[in-house]
């Protein structure tokens, strides 16, 4: 039967040749037209809205059932005592990779006077109003945030304000313990209804993410020409080094977890790849972490078909608190700053370095842009080194490493996942098998 012409757009609007060509065509409008790309970033910011929209009901309703349903088997211990080993454990690994890469390479070191000189340049060009001087004597640093008022900025005092300012530890940190509620209660006719309605919710906006990827490739067009248009390629110039030590850093800590993945999934290395493709497109195109969260579930149930009930709870926990790429960036960024006023680091500076990374990566949770960058004095200030001098650089070059540390928080996040959940044989969707919806 030959198919009709709206089902023939429809599987070409899907194909990766129509997605390659929307990336090809937004990296030429982009570096090319400044004009132009002025003109179809909004497809890429209504199709990054439209996303988001999903997210927080499926953040919601996935977790409270997820943890309502896991308190009420038998094994919840152990899926705790696992998110409790895996998750140090890869928060720990990957802060001591980027420090070993940092002084390895060593981005900061033995840049000419010129370099320096036309770094100076640039903060000084700037608009924010700072005075810098990059060979003189390090100014007093004002203490950053620290971590009490991280954990006390946990508890949401009004969930709707959270979801509303997308705070999402608190929205998180709500879900957790009405789960945790809900799972405790008697069950049977006091709970089925509300867990059928979350169910029933979760189900609706997954197919709503199911729609949206026939916008994929409208939304890549309008994301990358936006995000292109925006490098100032003077400052990449002179932060090439940072800059490629800093993409070399992801990538082997992407590498590295990929190959996990494949072990830990019993697939080939190009199995894998194929198989969480979608929310890696969506890390390094969108740069939310949050909207590549139903793609990310879909690839590790349906695609790798780990178990659903678990991962549901897991992923959300793991892009939410195990922020990857920001703690690779922090502990490279410290080692260039360090380098850069000349302020060697000795052991017991390492040490708080690898933790502190570790901590204001966790403390990005929820933010993006320059907020993100804002976190790193929480490392530079116990080290004595300032931010200021140096966050005009980090700000102009970030448009090209955002994208590489979202790649790392999602990919990095989907493989402690599978490391906490268990794979399974059985075709089952999100709760029972019976509302499974594919992105594939």
Do not use: H
Request: aromatic fraction near 8%; glycine fraction near 8%.
């Amino acid at each position: 039967m030959t198919s009709s012409p709206a089902s023939r757009f429809k599987d070409f609007i899907a194909s990766p040749q129509a997605i390659l060509g929307s990336v090809v065509l937004g990296a030429v409008i982009g570096t090319q037209s400044p004009q132009l790309s002025a003109i179809v970033a909004p497809l890429g910011n209504i199709y990054l809205t439209l996303f988001k929209m999903c997210v927080f009901p499926i953040l919601i309703s996935g977790i409270i059932v997820s943890v309502a349903r896991l308190m009420s088997r038998n094994d919840s211990a152990y899926y705790v005592k696992r998110i409790l080993i895996y998750f140090p454990l890869f928060l720990l690994a990957t802060s001591l990779i980027a420090v070993l890469i940092g002084f390895i390479f060593n981005p900061g070191k033995g840049l000419d006077s010129g370099t320096l000189q036309a770094l100076g340049v640039l903060v000084n060009q700037s608009a924010v109003d700072l005075q810098v001087n990059l060979t003189g004597a390090l100014a007093p640093e004002d203490s950053g945030p620290g971590f009490s008022s991280f954990l006390v900025g946990l508890i949401p005092s009004n969930i709707i304000y959270a979801v509303g300012n997308g705070d999402t530890l608190q929205v998180l940190f709500f879900c957790i313990a009405s789960g945790v509620a809900l799972g405790v209660l008697p069950q049977g006719q006091t709970t089925e209804p509300l867990m059928l309605a979350l169910e029933s919710i979760y189900s609706a906006f997954q197919t709503l993410i199911t729609w949206l990827k026939y916008l994929l490739p409208f939304g890549l067009l309008g994301l990358l020409a936006e995000q292109l248009s925006e490098i100032n390629m003077s400052t990449v110039s002179v932060m090439s080094n940072f800059l490629l030590i800093s993409i070399l850093t992801f990538g082997l800590i992407f590498a590295l977890s990929t190959i996990l993945l494949s072990i830990r999934s019993k697939c080939t290395l190009k199995e894998v790849l194929f198989k969480i493709k979608e929310p890696l497109l969506l890390a390094f195109t969108t740069q939310s972490s949050l909207a590549c969260l139903p793609s990310a579930i879909d690839s590790l149930t349906n695609g790798l078909r780990f178990e659903s009930k678990s991962t549901n709870l897991v992923l959300p926990l793991a892009i939410t608190l195990c922020r990857f790429g920001p703690i690779a960036y922090f502990a490279i960024a410290t080692i260039f700053v360090s380098s850069l006023y000349q302020s060697p680091l000795g052991i017991g500076d390492i040490i708080i370095l690898i933790v502190a990374s570790i901590l204001a990566g966790m403390a990005t949770s929820g933010q993006s842009g320059v907020l993100t960058l804002t976190m790193l004095s929480i490392v530079l200030s116990p080290l004595g080194l300032p931010l200021d001098a140096v966050l005009v650089l980090l700000i102009a070059i970030d448009p090209l490493i955002n994208p590489f540390r979202t790649l790392t928080i999602v990919g990095t996040s989907i493989t402690v996942t599978s490391f906490v959940s268990e794979q399974t044989n059985v075709e089952d969707g999100l709760f029972d098998g019976s509302n499974r919806v594919s992105l594939t």
